[in-house]
């Protein structure tokens, strides 16, 4: 349980400045009419964070600034003792613009925590700590109802269910949650199998890879042995292909010696046949100039043939198209020749009738 020890006011309503000490046991102020006995109870709810302004007697915040105040701010401080016998100081400011600043021990703060501090000490911004002017009138009209309400929240039993509410929403909270976990738990297990059993693979597959190495290992040796042997033969073959090889160029350097002897004696033989072949060619020439005339004669007379095979075809074609022409007028006069017969029989028809007529 809290106890008020001091009320400090600065620049607050009708106050400039003043120290309003709270002894222990009962506390009563008095004064005439106006001088501003109601505004430190106004100030006690400013400092505590009551909300209701009606309960503050103001419409606005900056109403609560004292007009002669040179800064435009207000201030208001009250000093609680709490149960243990320490004192609590909770002060509130307020700035011309109606901004507050609430602070605990000189040290600045949020509402929520002076709430929460107060309410160690069982005082409520806006519970029944502070009995009103018109309280105790409106207390006796309450029906049973409301009256028993209003005595939930001063005896804190309000304050108590609004907590409980709040476990059972929070507890509701934490129960689903615990769902979620099981489940979430249920998917890691299953997970879990899932790399147990990708761990023992893991396992068997390195045992597997170790023994592969050393299988490739005495692959690689064995190998290497064979590559050796393989490069000793090679060596000792190489030694013999240099020992044969060398051989090979000895017979081939006694190959060249008779082939340039060949090559001379074939040099000789050629410039003999080029010499006979000079000889030969004279007569060969002559020969062929007198084919070459033969063939120009020969020549000239197919062209004359082709010349006299060109008249004639063009020959053959007049005659051809006079045939034609000659065929053409031929059966022009044979249809001429028809219409005559045509109209002499048609003058034999008209003769005898007339005939017939005269008989």
Request: proline share 1%; hydrophobic share 35%.
């Amino acid at each position: 349980m809290g106890k008020i020890q001091k009320i400090v006011l600065k620049n607050f309503k009708s106050f400039k400045k003043a120290d309003v000490p709270v002894s222990d046991g009962y506390t009563t102020i008095v004064g005439p009419n106006g001088s501003g006995k109601s505004n430190i109870v106004d100030a006690l709810c400013f400092a505590i964070g009551t909300a209701s302004m009606k309960n503050l007697r103001a419409d606005r915040l900056t109403d609560l600034v004292s007009h002669k105040s040179p800064d435009g701010t207000a201030a208001v401080e009250v000093e609680f003792r709490d149960g243990k016998g320490e004192t609590q100081a909770v002060s509130r400011t307020i700035d011309k613009a109606g901004q507050s600043v609430f602070r605990l021990n000189g040290r600045r703060t949020t509402k929520f925590q002076i709430e929460e501090t107060l309410r160690t000490m069982n005082i409520h911004a806006d519970g029944h700590n502070i009995v009103m002017q018109g309280d105790v009138t409106r207390f006796i009209k309450m029906t049973p109802l409301q009256r028993r309400t209003l005595i939930d929240e001063v005896s804190g039993i309000a304050e108590y269910e609004m907590k409980k509410d709040e476990s059972m929403r929070e507890l509701a909270k934490v129960e689903e949650k615990t769902k979620e976990a099981a489940i979430i738990l249920s998917e890691k297990e299953g997970y879990l199998k899932v790399l147990e059993k990708e761990k023992i693979e893991a396992e068997v597959y390195i045992k597997l890879r170790d023994s592969m190495k050393q299988y490739q290992a005495t692959l690689v040796k064995k190998d290497l042995e064979l590559i050796e042997k393989t490069f000793t033969k090679a060596t000792e073959a190489i030694a013999k292909a240099k020992t044969s090889i060398d051989e090979h160029k000895t017979k081939q350097a006694k190959l060249y010696e008779r082939l340039n002897e060949v090559q001379k004696k074939a040099d000789e033989l050629s410039k003999k046949i080029f010499e006979e072949a000079d000889k030969k060619q004279v007569g060969i020439r002559r020969e062929l100039e007198d084919t070459k005339a033969n063939a120009a004669i020969l020549e000239e007379r197919v062209k004359q043939l082709n010349e006299n095979v060109q008249n004639n075809l063009r020959k053959i074609e007049g005659i051809s198209k006079s045939v034609s022409e000659i065929g053409n007028a031929v059966k022009s006069k044979e249809k001429e020749a028809d219409a005559i017969s045509e109209n002499e029989d048609n003058l034999l028809k008209l003769l005898h009738e007339k005939q017939r007529e005269l008989e």
